[in-house]
C-alpha cells in the first residue's frame, strides 16, 4: 500500500481511526484479529544438529565406513586415525560456523520497547508489541520508530533512518502527500519502525506492523534466502560419487569374477573386498582440504574478514562480481569537510565552531563527541585551529521550516550571531547584490554537482541588550559555504583498483541519493558511473531486463 501517496486525512478513513486514536476495546480487538507487532523469526536449528550435519556428507560417511571396515579387519590404528579425522573435521567446520554465524534474528532487536498513543485522546505508554494498525503515536527526540507509521503532524522532525539506508545522516520529516513513486528512503512523510528520532515531534497514524513493515519485509527476504552450494563443494560432491561408484562397481565385478573364475572362499574374498575399499577412500582428502581452508580462512580473520563456511574462501577466488556497500565500506563512515570558499577564512571557522549544539565545554574532546553528523564534521574541522568556544547567550535550533540556525554571543562592547543554513536562504538574508548572490549560487551549485551537502555561513552584530529573534536576521554579512561529504577510504580507492586489474567487476550499492553515489564512484574509481538504478528502478524492471543492465 502507497500510504505516502494518502492525504492524512485519507489514511486514517481508510483505517477507520481519528487523531484522538482508538478506543481501548477496539484496540483490544484489532490487536487479536491482526496479531501483535513482532517480527517473525525463523526457528533456530540446534547446536547439535548443527554439529552432526558434518557427518551427513557422501565423503564423511564413505570414511566412517572405512574406519568401521578398518575395526573388523583388526587394524585399530588405521581406523581410530580415520575416524579422528572424520570427528576434527567436523569440529572444525562447527566451530567456523558458530564462531561467524549473525542470527537474522538480530533484526527483531531494532523494535521499539515502548511506544506513546493515544487513546481516546490521553496519552499512554504501551508495549510495542501491541501497537495495531490505526493507533495514533506520539514521536519525540530519542524514539525508536515501533512500526510504519504515516506522519499526520511534524514539528523538526529529524529521523535516522541508518537500519533502512544505511545512512547516518539524519532525514528530515513531512507530513503532506507525496504524488511520485518513491522508494522507502524517500518517502519523506513516513516513518519506519527500528529507525531513530534525532530531533523534533510528531504524531502519526500506524499503516504496518511485524513483517509487512519495512524492516520485517527485509527480515523475511534474508530468511527466504536459498543456500547456495560453492564450487568447490560441487567438485567435492562429484569426486565422492565417483569414488563410490568406483568401490561398488570394482567390488561387484571382483565378486563376480572371483567367485565364478577362481572359486575363492567368501572369508577371503570379504577380506579383499574391505582391503579394496580401505585403499580406493582418500583418508587424508578431508584431513589436508580443512587445514587448506582453515588456513584461508586465519588468513581472513587477519584482514577484518570473517568466513562464515570454510568451503566460500575457495569460492572467493573464483569470483568475477564483487557487489559492496558504501557507507562505512567504500567510505569512511564519517561527514567530512572537504571543500570551503570563503574571503574570511577566520570568522568562517569561528561560526563553525560555535553556531552548534554538540559541543558544550571547551575541555570537551571532538572525538569523544556524539550528535548530529554535520555538526561534528564542522567541529573536526575546526579542531586543530584551537579557537575558543564562545558562551550561546540565546540560541534559535534549526528547522527544515525556515532552514537556518542561528546563536548569540558576547563580543567585546556588542553582541555577534553566528548564522548557518541553506546558503539561498542565507544569501536572501543578506547585504549582497543579486549579482554577488548569484555568483555564491554557482558556487554551491558546483560542490552540490560533486555530492556534496553545502552549508552556508554568516553573521550580523547587534547592540549587547538585544535578544535573539527571526526578524533580526537580515542584512546578514555572508562569509561563505562549505561542502560536506561522506569521504572515500584511500584503501577502497587502491582495493578497487586492484579488483578491476585482476578482472574483477565492482559495483556500489547504497541507500544514499543518486548524485551523492554518483559522485563518491567516481573518486573510487567505479566503471559505468554515468548508469546508475535507483529502487524504483528495479521495481519497474523485469528480471530479463534487470540481468541486461546489472552487467553495466
Not at 419 to 445: D, F, M, R, T, Y
Amino acid at each position: 500500500m502507497t500510504w505516502y501517496k494518502e492525504t492524512a486525512e485519507q489514511t486514517m478513513n481508510k483505517l477507520k481511526t481519528t487523531k484522538d486514536g482508538l478506543s481501548n476495546q477496539e484496540r483490544t480487538s484489532r490487536l487479536e484479529i491482526q496479531g501483535r507487532n513482532e517480527i517473525e523469526v525463523k526457528k533456530k536449528v540446534s547446536p547439535l544438529r548443527k554439529f552432526l550435519k558434518h557427518f551427513t556428507d557422501l565423503l564423511m560417511i564413505i570414511l566412517m565406513v572405512a574406519s568401521v571396515l578398518k575395526f573388523l579387519t583388526g587394524d585399530y590404528i588405521e581406523g581410530s586415525i580415520i575416524l579422528l579425522v572424520v570427528i576434527i573435521n567436523s569440529f572444525v567446520g562447527y566451530w567456523q560456523e558458530r564462531k561467524a554465524e549473525e542470527s537474522l534474528n538480530g533484526l527483531k532487536s531494532l523494535m521499539s520497547q515502548d511506544a506513546v498513543v493515544l487513546s481516546e485522546g490521553v496519552k499512554k505508554s504501551i508495549p510495542a508489541t501491541e501497537i495495531v494498525q490505526g493507533d495514533i503515536v506520539s514521536l519525540t527526540a530519542g524514539d525508536v520508530v515501533p512500526a510504519d507509521i504515516r506522519l499526520v503532524e511534524t514539528y523538526g522532525l529529524m529521523i535516522e533512518e541508518a537500519a533502512l539506508t544505511g545512512e547516518s545522516d539524519a532525514v528530515e520529516k513531512m507530513s503532506e502527500p507525496l504524488v511520485d513513486e518513491l522508494g522507502a528512503g524517500d518517502q519523506l512523510n513516513m516513518a519506519f519502525s527500528g529507525t531513530l528520532v534525532q530531533a523534533g515531534s510528531a504524531l502519526g497514524v500506524v499503516v504496518e506492523t511485524g513483517n509487512t513493515t519495512e524492516i520485517g519485509k527485509i527480515n523475511q527476504a534474508l530468511q527466504s534466502v536459498q543456500q547456495q552450494t560453492t564450487p568447490l563443494v560441487r567438485k567435492i560432491h562429484q569426486l565422492n560419487k565417483q569414488i563410490f561408484r568406483g568401490i561398488v562397481f570394482l567390488s561387484l565385478f571382483l565378486i563376480f569374477f572371483t567367485s565364478f573364475r577362481y572359486g575363492l572362499e567368501w572369508n577371503f574374498l570379504f577380506s579383499t573386498i574391505i582391503a579394496l575399499i580401505v585403499s580406493m577412500i582418500p583418508e587424508g582428502l578431508p584431513a589436508v582440504l580443512t587445514m587448506i581452508l582453515s588456513l584461508g580462512v586465519n588468513e581472513m580473520a587477519q584482514e577484518q574478514a570473517i568466513i562464515k563456511g570454510l568451503p566460500s574462501v575457495e569460492t572467493l577466488g573464483s569470483m568475477t562480481v564483487i557487489c559492496s556497500d558504501k557507507t562505512g565500506t567504500l567510505t569512511k563512515n564519517e561527514m567530512t569537510v572537504v571543500e570551503t570558499m570563503t574571503e574570511d577564512e577566520t570568522r568562517l571557522l569561528e561560526i563553525m565552531k560555535n553556531c552548534q549544539e554538540v559541543q558544550t565545554k571547551d575541555d570537551q574532546v571532538v572525538e569523544t563527541l556524539s550528535g548530529n553528523p554535520t555538526e561534528l564534521a564542522l567541529l573536526r574541522y575546526t579542531a586543530e585551529q584551537n579557537l575558543p568556544l564562545k558562551t550561546a547567550l540565546a540560541k534559535l535550533p534549526f528547522s527544515s521550516s525556515y532552514k537556518y540556525m542561528a546563536t548569540l554571543h558576547e563580543e567585546q562592547d556588542h553582541a555577534v550571531v553566528f548564522v548557518k543554513g541553506a546558503p539561498e536562504v542565507l544569501l536572501s538574508k543578506s547585504s549582497l547584490s543579486q549579482s554577488e548572490q548569484q555568483q555564491w549560487i554557482n558556487q554551491a551549485s558546483q560542490l552540490a554537482k560533486k555530492g556534496q551537502r553545502v552549508l552556508g555561513f554568516a553573521y550580523k552584530q547587534l547592540p549587547i541588550e538585544q535578544e535573539l529573534e527571526h526578524a533580526q536576521l537580515q542584512q546578514l554579512t555572508f562569509v561563505g559555504i562549505a561542502g560536506i561529504i561522506d569521504p572515500p577510504k584511500e584503501s577502497a580507492i587502491q582495493a578497487v583498483r586492484e579488483c578491476q586489474q585482476a578482472g574483477i567487476s565492482v559495483k556500489m550499492i547504497t541507500g544514499d541519493h543518486k548524485d551523492t553515489a554518483q559522485a563518491i564512484a567516481d573518486q573510487i574509481g567505479l566503471k559505468h558511473t554515468s548508469n546508475v538504478l535507483e529502487g524504483i528502478d528495479i521495481d519497474r524492471l523485469s528480471d530479463q531486463d534487470l540481468a541486461k543492465k546489472v552487467s553495466k
